[in-house]
């Protein structure tokens, strides 16, 4: 009989993956912030939380390529 430790266990993987995930939708939302302000833009409070909240890798990449042309915090976000 094999033992499974629970760091090989398939539940064990989906949480580590889990977090791996998390940590690069942190890592990407603040770009969109240092992007944004490395160009001299304010971010107000409520733009840093509606970055913050996205979890979406693929919006976040979307809202960073905008936050690149953007002259106001909010414009990443107009196109939604």
Same mark, same amino acid.
């Given at each position: 009989? @094999? %033992?499974?430790?629970?760091?090989?266990?398939? $539940?064990?993987?989906?949480? #580590?993956?889990?977090?791996?995930?998390?940590?690069?939708?942190?890592a990407r939302a603040e770009m969109? !912030? #240092? +992007? !944004?302000?490395?160009?001299? +833009?304010p971010v107000p409070q409520d733009?840093?939380?509606?970055?913050?909240?996205?979890?979406?890798?693929? #919006?976040?990449? +979307? !809202? @960073? #390529?905008? @936050? $690149?042309?953007?002259?106001? @915090?909010?414009?990443?976000? %107009?196109?939604?």
């Amino acid at each position: 009989m @094999a %033992t499974q430790y629970f760091w090989r266990h398939p $539940l064990a993987e989906q949480v #580590r993956e889990e977090g791996r995930e998390q940590g690069r939708a942190e890592a990407r939302a603040e770009m969109v !912030l #240092r +992007i !944004l302000e490395w160009r001299g +833009i304010p971010v107000p409070q409520d733009v840093r939380e509606r970055v913050e909240a996205c979890t979406d890798l693929d #919006r976040l990449e +979307i !809202l @960073a #390529r905008r @936050a $690149l042309h953007a002259t106001a @915090a909010q414009e990443p976000f %107009t196109e939604e």
